[in-house]
């Protein structure tokens, strides 16, 4: 018995686990997965100390009303916890299609999917549609589920810059008319705040007969009609094959979607393994995004506070003198340029009581090292005003 304890082959993927050097660093500075103890709409507490949440992507402020609250306990009395199950096989309910249904409306098209998560459908989104062979044109600062799409297609890649429409004309430069193309973008991006140049890049994308993935996780809620998104904003649904996003953001539950013309969707529900071997959303998210889509068309004056906040809180960081990287959307980084940086601003934002989010490289580009901050229509004059306090004060630090 003694004898194996010393013959017993090392596993090199758990030593490399180990030797993780980000792993290592997390552990030890400890700046995400901070579990807060509770939470009252913008309000949070960690470590029993009271804070201002600032970078939640509730947009809207929708998970903390009470309609949104209710529906979400609706949802299991009529049809239980889970579907344990995928849509193809035994998983699909009528609220799914409900909600699809209502989705697709909203959003002008044929149809829609939803998923689980909102990393699953802009995934699927991609990886359903492109193919070996193919060549997918993809905006440089595309969120990870894109990418991930991206690899599992197996079609070749070529990046453009972020939001340059002048470089995506230089790529398709040389490029085979007759290779089916695919166009990947974001309608906001979700560290930049930018609103992609749409009405430039889908024409020179129409022009190379490429497919248009636009995801929207961050302009829906936030742009357009009633908050339509980014597409409805450009009046470009026309222009857009496939537009997805996510639940969790503005809509203030969980999932995704995938919408389109029906005969797109319903290609999609046959080819999306992240979705034909995977349960399908259950009843209380359903219920809570239903909930959310409803009060984004009876209740506008979320929309409107969230852009009032958000003029504020720009105007705040412009006069303190910080780089937010052009952020246009409520979604605004404050950019520093290096990990220290980053790690001191934060770390000062946190004793003045306002809870931020680190980004650094490689999640961002080198030298935009940078806090993710978000605005929501939750945020009260109060807030702003402490929020206002604390940048000052971080700004100090310096
Ligand atoms: C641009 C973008 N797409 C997709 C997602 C994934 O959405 P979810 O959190 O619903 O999985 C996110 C979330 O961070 C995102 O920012």
Redesign the pocket.
């Known amino acids: 018995m003694a004898l194996s304890l010393f013959t017993k082959t090392k596993k090199a993927i758990i030593e490399r686990a180990q030797d993780d050097y980000a792993t290592k660093m997390r552990l030890k500075y400890k700046p995400y997965y901070h579990a807060m103890e509770a939470q009252a709409g913008t309000h949070i507490r960690l470590q029993g100390r009271d804070m201002i949440m600032l970078s939640s992507?509730d947009y809207l402020g929708l998970s903390f009303h009470p309609k949104v609250i209710e529906a979400c306990g609706l949802g299991p009395k009529q049809w239980g916890t889970s579907t344990t199950g995928a849509r193809i096989s035994n998983g699909s309910r009528a609220y799914h299609v409900e909600l699809e249904e209502k989705l697709a409306a909203f959003l002008g098209r044929e149809a829609c999917h939803i998923s689980v998560?909102?990393?699953?459908?802009?995934c699927s989104a991609v990886a359903s549609f492109a193919q070996k062979g193919d060549l997918i044109l993809a905006d440089k600062n595309?969120?990870?589920?894109?990418w991930d799409g991206i690899r599992l297609s197996m079609a070749t890649v070529e990046r453009f810059s972020h939001n340059n429409p002048e470089d995506l004309r230089q790529v398709l430069k040389g490029v085979s008319h007759t290779q089916p193309k695919m166009l990947v973008m974001?309608?906001?991006?979700?560290?930049e705040g930018h609103i992609c140049r749409l009405p430039e890049l889908a024409t020179i994308g129409e022009e190379a007969g490429c497919f248009t993935v636009v995801?929207?996780?961050?302009g829906f809620g936030i742009l357009g009609r009633q908050g339509r998104g980014t597409v409805d904003h450009f009046k470009l649904n026309d222009k857009v094959d496939l537009l997805?996003?996510?639940?969790?953001?503005s809509l203030a539950s969980?999932?995704?979607f995938v919408a389109g013309s029906r005969e797109l969707i319903e290609y999609l529900r046959t080819s999306s393994k992240q979705t034909i071997f995977s349960a399908a959303i259950s009843p209380s998210m359903a219920s809570a995004a239903s909930a959310s889509l409803d009060l984004m068309q009876s209740e506008p004056q979320h929309l409107e506070r969230l852009w009032r906040n958000t003029r504020r809180y720009r105007e705040m960081l412009k006069g303190l003198g910080l780089d937010t990287w052009g952020s246009e959307t409520p979604a605004v980084p404050i950019v520093l340029g290096s990990k220290e940086l980053v790690y001191r601003f934060w770390q000062a934002l946190l004793d003045k009581g306002v809870f931020t989010v680190m980004s650094i490289a490689p999640a961002v580009p080198p030298g935009k090292d940078l806090i993710r901050t978000a605005v929501s229509a939750l945020h009260s004059d109060a807030d702003l005003e402490k929020i206002a306090a604390a940048m000052a004060y971080a700004v100090k630090q310096m």
């Open positions: 992507n998560a909102g990393y699953i459908s802009c595309i969120h990870s589920c894109l974001e309608g906001v991006y979700s560290m995801d929207d996780a961050h997805c996003g996510s639940m969790s953001k969980t999932g995704g």
